[in-house]
């Protein structure tokens, strides 16, 4: 069959004809390449005139804007330095001499010898300075006499009577007035301690939300003329959603973590003198702790009182410093631990403090050897004061990772050990061990300055700066004899951010 075709009738192509438009095709608008590099340009442009505007704008107004927040005038941060007293030396009472030659507080005339009369001086010792070899301590004899014949006072040409004394027997009375003194002690040493509460919001097994807090005891440690500084154990502060304080008189505010040791687990919180009470500003200077030693040499078997929560809730201790040459290695640094008589909780925290009201340790129970978790275990304040200030001030601390103890006289001298400080435990991928230095080697200089002890050692590596290359000699030993090494190590920095 022959295909059959078909042409369309004249209305057919009529209609077709109409719906032509339909297949016309629509040219895009060219790119003006020009336009467009200049519009891009003029919104650059714009862009970095609004930027400096702002910037320019900003450091004119932040001063009065600074000032319209603040309530404090001048905003001035100082540097915190935490003075260490003498460590060594006791105190001696000063003896104000009157007209007449004798003590104007102690002396009393006794009697004349001779047409002159004799003054008797005593000067008492405190009772926190009194050892067993005093010679105010009797002998168990009703009179001892304090020296034979006629003596004379430094200073002056009176000659000065033989000092009886008679024992006193104490009384009910006397030792509820001791207590009482102590007690009222605590109380003024309380002032500077405050109540740190860490709030963190959970969920349990059913989804439901709730809020659980910790408490720790912080002290007052400075005010840097912005900020009120405060010490304490962030341990069972770590995680917490908020941190807020609470000072002795009822007010409080909100903390942040200024800086933080990992080791220890000591920190620094800070408020702003801004956001304190009007009587806690006044009076910021008044709270700040005075802080004593922890190395004099009566501190062992001496009295101490711990303050704060002790018992885990506030309480108060007495007792006496039963151990202070346990030392607690960190990395690059050791800590004095002092170990007391006084029953405690695992979980209290508070400070130590000598019958002067001077804090001597603060509370670290996370330390108490095995059996002794009972015990009050603290940190010696003289050991952990360059660090309280470093932190403090946001010093940046320099690390080497190594671990070190010293090495006693009679074994150096045995074994032929240099003078210095024995290498125990290296970090891993620590400087020391990125440049080379083994376990048993004995470091005795940094950057030029002696490492005898650990205290040295600590001392040296905190004169130095993170980042930065440093000289350290050590010895190695082959087997036989030891040989000097020195080289450059790059320190790095030790991690204080919250």
Known sequence: MADEKTENTPQEKETASDYNFIREQIKERPINRKRLFRRTMLTAGLAVIFGVIACITFLLLEPLLSKMISSDKEVEMTVVSLPAPAEEEEEI??????????????????GEEGGEEISVVEVETPIEDMTLSDDEVGNGEDEVPAGTGEETVPGQDTPVAPVVYERVELELEDYRQLYRGMYAMSEEVSKSLVTITGVSSNEDWLSESFQSTRQEIGLIIAENGYELLILADSSRLQNADSIRVTFSDGSGGELRE??????????????LLSGLSDEMRIHASERTAVLGSSYASSILGNAVIAVGKPLGTTSVGY?????VNRMISYSDASYQLLTTDISGSETGSGILVNLRGQVVGVICQQNAGEGMENLIHAYGISSIRKLV?????????????????????????ELGIPKGV????LEMDSPAMKAGLLKGDVIQMIGGMQCSTVTDYMNALQSQSPEE?????YARTNGESYRSVTIEIVLGEKDTTP
């Open 93 to 110: 009472p000063e003896v104000e001499i009157s007209e007449d030659g004798g003590d104007k507080i102690h002396a009393q005339s006794v």
């Open 258 to 271: 200024k800086s933080i040791d990992r080791d220890t687990g000591l920190a620094i919180y800070a408020i």
């Open 319 to 323: 007792g006496a410093v039963t151990s």
């Open 389 to 413: 200030e470093n932190m403090t001030n946001g010093v940046k601390l320099p690390s080497l990772g190594l671990y070190v103890s010293e090495i006693p006289v009679e074994v150096s001298e």
């Open 422 to 425: 024995c290498v125990t435990q």
């Open 469 to 473: 290359s440093t000289e350290i000699i």
